[in-house]
């Protein structure tokens, strides 16, 4: 985490489960909290952390992308428009707020992400 030096986050694809298996260490990786509670019964692709708050962060998932505002205590969906596709990664413009998707086979997405604050 650019926020915190011992936080580290994990994302196992999990297909065999299909199961979003999203992970969070605040020890350096001595032990794990999953953050997958409320999010749908698919895979988790990939994670981006907001560089301005650690409490957001961003999941792109075989469904879409996913925002929790509450350190992934509970997620939403994020980005209206964007086509229920697997986001096999996500990147993040940290001075215009701008979320970059990029999906299998649909394309790359932006998405603002300003009114999250």
């Known amino acids: 985490s650019r926020h915190a030096a011992d936080t ?16 969070r260490s605040t020890d350096r990786g ?3 909290i999953s953050l997958a509670a409320g999010l749908p019964a698919e895979p988790a692709n990939t994670l981006v952390e907001d560089p301005r708050s650690a409490e957001i962060l961003y999941l792109g998932t075989d469904l879409g992308v996913f925002v929790t505002v509450d350190g992934g205590t509970s997620w939403h969906v994020l980005g209206q428009g964007l086509p229920t596709a697997a986001v096999v990664d996500l990147a993040l413009h940290a001075r215009d707020l ?8 649909l394309s790359v997405f932006t998405l603002s992400v300003q009114s999250l604050r």
């Open 8 to 23: 580290l986050f994990a994302v196992l694809e999990g297909q065999a489960e299909l199961q979003p298996l999203v992970m």
């Open 30 to 32: 001595a032990s794990w």
């Open 98 to 105: 701008v979320l970059v998707a990029a999906t299998h086979g």
